[in-house]
């Protein structure tokens, strides 16, 4: 389906035309109806499926029909690099249309808490924050929030995964209670449809199976004691031609450790995490895109939302926490039929995690077992077809012939 044939203000439609959107995602395709008729709606989409279209679209649609000069859309994301994004997208969809935006996120400088309080004040069509931010502004006692028709909830899973559920209540509790609300959330668990059950009234639910990754990417599975991990990734990429590659890491702080290890062989990497400012994170991530380095290193946390593909390489130094996330983060490499490598260490405490992953795969993974061959001890043993605290033995891994792990590195002459 196209999004003219969806009866949107032809300024708006001037402006998505511009955006080269023309044919309607998935889940374009299966929310907007819903949220064109007011419905409240509980989503699962990932980043990359078009989700933010999917919600701006028609809250700049009802915005420019209404023509109200309040705050009419309040939009809560986990991060002010999602935050930044979509205030992007909202610029580029309004180009022929009257409306304005704001971006409210902590971690700037002394007059960013300025300027952002007087946009708040001074109101704006949609404000999209991270809620502790928020919060300190409508402490303050300036911020009101009377007219709000529409709140959305963003990466929700990230949210209450950061902490952010107490926060976000309090500030449910100053919007009018007469309100549309829409949740997206890359993941479904009992806690995130628990707090849906709070917030959203009679919801439509759309759920949007996960996608298969590309045929291109090779995945790759060592098994590797927390110990063996920087050794086994230096090993690894030693070999490796390396084009780009994001290493996350579920501990902020390993991201130091690995960064250092790096350094030691001259290799250039650089890390993000919510220990940098606003600023440095930028720079960062700026400096990836344009190739001025080839590693980053991120917590998961953080990596959600950024908007980098077309890595050759994606390393999971921890095994992702949710497997639609593991899809997601390898979906950033073998873009547009190229071929990307994915690995994941496993350690004896996240292999359950893989079982997850394995669903999702609808295929039993190989798991490789090298740390001896390198001089780094015995790994972990995979005990398969485990529950969280209780796995069966197997020792299907062993004996296995080893697999070629990387394409080989190019030779510099
Ligand atoms: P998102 O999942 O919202 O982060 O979107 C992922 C990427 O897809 C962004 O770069 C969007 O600009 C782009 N995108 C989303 N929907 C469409 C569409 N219907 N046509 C073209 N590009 C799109």
Redesign the pocket.
């Known amino acids: 389906m196209q999004f003219n044939e969806l009866n949107l203000h032809e300024n708006l439609l001037s402006g998505v035309d511009a ?7 998935p889940i ?1 395709e299966l929310t907007i109806p819903i949220i064109l008729a007011g419905k409240d709606l509980i989503a699962s989409a990932q ?7 999917a919600y701006l679209i028609p809250l700049l649609d009802h915005i420019i029909r209404s023509q109200s000069n309040q705050t009419s859309a309040l939009v809560l994301v986990p991060t002010r690099e999602l935050a930044k ?1 979509i205030d992007e ?1 909202i610029e580029g969809f309004s180009y022929f249309i009257n409306a304005t935006s704001i971006a409210i996120y902590g971690g700037g400088k002394g007059e960013e808490w300025d300027q952002q309080r007087k946009a708040l004040v001074h109101g704006a069509d949609i404000i999209i924050a991270t809620p502790g931010r928020l919060m300190a502004h409508m402490n303050s006692g300036e911020v009101k929030f009377d007219h709000i028709k529409c709140l959305v909830l963003d990466e929700a899973d990230k949210m209450l995964d950061m902490g952010f559920s107490d926060d976000i209540l309090f500030i449910l509790k100053r919007l009018p209670a007469k309100r549309q609300n829409l949740m997206f959330s890359a993941t479904m668990p009992k806690k995130i449809r628990d707090f849906a059950n709070k917030i959203l009234h009679n919801p439509e639910e759309v759920r949007l199976a996960t996608s298969k990754p590309a045929e291109g990417i090779d995945q790759q599975f060592y098994l590797a004691n927390d110990t063996q991990k920087i050794p086994l990734l230096v090993h690894l990429l030693k070999d490796a031609d390396v084009q780009s590659v994001i290493i996350f890491s579920s501990q902020k702080a390993m991201i130091d450790k690995i960064i250092r290890s790096l350094t030691k062989l001259k290799w250039d990497a650089r890390g993000i995490s919510s220990d940098n400012s606003q600023e440095e994170r930028e720079n960062v991530l700026r400096d990836f895109k344009n190739k001025q380095y080839k590693i980053l290193v991120a917590t998961d946390v953080l990596s959600r939302g950024i ?1 980098i593909n077309n890595l050759s390489h994606v390393i999971n130094f921890d095994v992702p926490r949710d497997a639609e996330d593991y899809i997601h983060r390898i979906g950033r490499t073998a873009r547009a039929e190229t071929t990307g490598t994915a690995i994941t260490f496993i350690n004896e405490k996240d292999q359950y995690r893989i079982r997850g992953i394995e669903k999702l795969l609808e295929k039993e993974v190989e798991k490789q077992n090298i740390t001896e061959s390198l001089g780094l001890g015995p790994a972990p043993e995979f005990k398969s077809g485990g529950e969280k605290n209780g796995f069966k033995k197997s020792n299907s891994h062993k004996n296995k012939p080893k697999r070629k792990f990387f394409r080989p590195a190019k030779k510099s002459s």
């Open positions: 955006m080269n959107y023309i044919q309607m995602s374009q980043t990359g499926t078009g989700k933010t279209a994004q997208q908007d």
